[in-house]
């Protein structure tokens, strides 16, 4: 896979001034709200439970590329791990105190390795993740079709694989994590990335029109689109439409519908853990309950009720609901639950 070096990144006003090429041994990583010198793979320091998610869209200019940002940090909880769902968004992580530790990646052959920063493809399996009681972060959910735009390559060269994101964008990784570590705040970090990403961004000759069709029409019917059908809409034979958007996204469009129905159901369960998976199938364009299932545990690994028990953790006391998401989960989707 080929690396993109970036120039160094500009200075932000209230942000800290780096020339270009400098690496500090030691990165600087800020406190959670009332801790002095940070805790360390949950240790809070004696000030209890800290949970806190914060979610924000992108600059104007971003939006091709980036669909949301989404801000977490957690101290003092239970160890935990955490199903990194396939989702129609590539992944790309900036941690803040700890690194993120992948415990298995949708590709098996890859060993589990933690991340300071990391950029994840589109995938069919799940990976996991998991924490010691404490995680903090930054997702940004990117648009398949933006990759060349915004990292220097098609999504399909990043299919099933979770890589540090210096690996993809050389040095510039290092640099924006280090000008997110410096600001004071949610705003502050988003504004960061409002300001450094579109520097990251180049001109490119971007997908084939057919394959941008292809996609879009994908997600508009959230994946119920048979493969014929949409060969026909974009005037191309299965056979090359098959191989050309494989090459740009790293999914095939069978695989691609899987993966935004299975996104869609999930967050419906999600924001209605209630709902009964008869009529969720039927909402979400399964042939039945039964469908739902075996393929909830093909692309979670594990049965519907079981993700829903892991998300939601243990209830507290003074919870008004009887049930609760992690601050991740509650960042990537208010409603749902954390993608990859």
């Not at 791990?81 to 098996?108: C, K, N, Q, Y």
């Not at 799940?126 to 398949?144: E, N």
């Not at 519907?304 to 609901?321: M, T, Y």
Request: charged fraction near 20%; include cysteine; proline fraction near 11%.
């Amino acid at each position: 896979m080929s690396t993109l070096f970036r120039q160094g990144l500009p200075y932000i006003p209230g942000g800290v001034p780096t020339p270009p090429g400098y690496r500090p041994a030691h990165p600087r990583r800020p406190s959670p709200p009332g801790l002095s010198g940070g805790p360390r793979h949950g240790d809070t320091g004696g000030v209890g439970e800290v949970d806190e998610s914060r979610r924000a869209r992108p600059a104007e200019q971003l939006r091709p590329y980036v669909a949301r940002y989404s801000g977490y940090r957690q101290y003092g909880l239970a160890p935990a791990r955490h199903r990194g769902l396939p989702s129609p968004w590539l992944t790309f992580i900036l941690t803040l105190d700890e690194p993120l530790t992948v415990a298995a990646h949708p590709d098996p052959r890859q060993p589990g390795a933690d991340y300071d920063t990391l950029l994840g493809g589109l995938h069919t399996t799940p990976a996991l993740i998991t924490h010691q009681g404490s995680q903090s972060g930054i997702q940004l959910a990117l648009d398949p079709l933006g990759a060349r735009a915004l990292l220097g390559m098609p999504a399909g060269e990043l299919a099933r694989l979770d890589l540090s994101a210096g690996e993809v964008l050389g040095p510039a990784a290092a640099e924006l994590r280090e000008r997110v570590l410096a600001a004071p705040d949610w705003p502050g970090r988003f504004a960061v990335l409002d300001t450094l990403l579109p520097t990251l961004c180049r001109e490119v000759r971007g997908p084939a029109p057919e394959v941008r069709r292809a996609w879009r029409l994908l997600t508009a019917s959230g994946g119920a689109l048979p493969v014929g059908e949409l060969a026909r809409e974009v005037g191309w034979s299965r056979r090359h439409l098959l191989a050309r958007f494989r090459q740009e996204t790293g999914l095939s469009p069978k695989e691609a519908a899987r993966v935004i129905r299975f996104d869609r159901a999930r967050r419906l369960l999600a924001a209605a853990p209630a709902t009964a998976l008869a009529d969720l199938a039927a909402a979400t364009g399964y042939f039945d309950q039964a469908h739902l299932a075996r393929e909830f545990r093909a692309l979670a690994g594990c049965p519907p009720s079981v993700w829903l028990a892991e998300e939601a953790g243990p209830a507290r006391p003074a919870d008004p609901a009887p049930a609760r998401r992690s601050a991740a989960a509650r960042a990537a989707f208010p409603h749902a639950a954390t993608a990859r």
